[in-house]
């Protein structure tokens, strides 16, 4: 199957990085299937693709530059209730250079790092709204999430540069770290977006869908993006 990148960029200041530096928000390009993108050419298509902006770039005001190495391996014992839950729909993912863990769609296209947008990125074949990505941003040493502002605060920041609207911006803790999850939706994307920082990287997991398939894909993606661990 032939693909072409339906790269669009904007960056536009927001506030000043918590972590030093402006931050700012960038466009994700969506790699979709030509078939795709041809019945998806037009202003909406503009408007899903300016959906997909990352998280951490966003939230740390800073551009990460990196190549991610890493594979399917067994499901470790964070995974294991996720796991079973979506059972055999996916498998794990370890990034050892990038440090960190993430159950993954089977089947799924595969896309390689690109500078300051992705560290790694799946796609669905069929419906390439779906996608999943995962971005590393270094950051100060001693810094948490909760240095980016509150989540209200963040998921503020994020529907505005999305142009979608924030249905939630809640926080949790687990083994001593603290997660961001923020949910956004618009007319044609829903997406979820968790940030956590761990020594001294923040971590951005980007998950997504059609607004209309949302109801239907949301048990997969939601438990995608939970099963991130920012450690190996």
């Given at each position: 199957m032939a693909f072409v990148a339906a790269t669009s960029f904007r960056v536009s200041p927001l506030t000043r990085g918590a972590f030093g530096g402006d931050a700012v928000c960038t466009?994700?390009?969506?790699?979709?299937p030509v078939a795709a993108v041809s019945m998806a050419a037009g202003s909406d298509d503009v408007t899903r693709r300016t959906a997909l902006a990352s998280g951490a770039a966003v939230a740390a005001g800073l551009i990460a530059s990196a190549?991610?190495?890493?594979?399917?391996?067994?499901v470790p014992s964070a995974h294991a209730a996720t796991a079973v839950n979506l059972g055999s729909s996916v498998e794990v993912y370890k990034d050892l250079?990038?440090?960190?863990?993430?159950?993954?769609?089977?089947?799924?296209?595969?896309?390689?790092?690109?500078?300051g947008q992705y560290d790694?990125?799946?796609?669905?074949?069929?419906q390439p709204l779906e996608i999943i990505t995962v971005l590393t941003t270094p950051v100060g040493?001693?810094?948490?999430?909760a240095d980016i502002g509150t989540p209200d605060a963040v998921g503020?920041?994020?529907?505005?540069?999305r142009r979608a609207e924030l249905v939630s911006a809640v926080s949790k803790e687990?083994?001593?770290?603290?997660?961001?999850t923020v949910e956004l939706k618009s007319a044609s994307v829903h997406q979820l977006t968790t940030l956590v920082?761990?020594?001294?990287k923040l971590y951005s997991v980007n998950v997504s869908s059609a607004e209309g398939k949302w109801s239907k894909r949301e048990k997969l993606l939601r438990g995608v993006a939970e099963s991130f661990k920012p450690s190996l």
């Open positions: 466009t994700v390009p969506t790699v979709a190549s991610t190495t890493g594979g399917p391996v067994l250079n990038k440090g960190f863990t993430i159950l993954r769609p089977q089947g799924w296209n595969q896309f390689e790092a690109t500078a790694i990125k799946w796609q669905d074949l069929i040493k001693g810094k948490t999430v503020t920041k994020l529907a505005k540069s687990e083994e001593g770290l603290t997660y961001y920082v761990n020594k001294s």
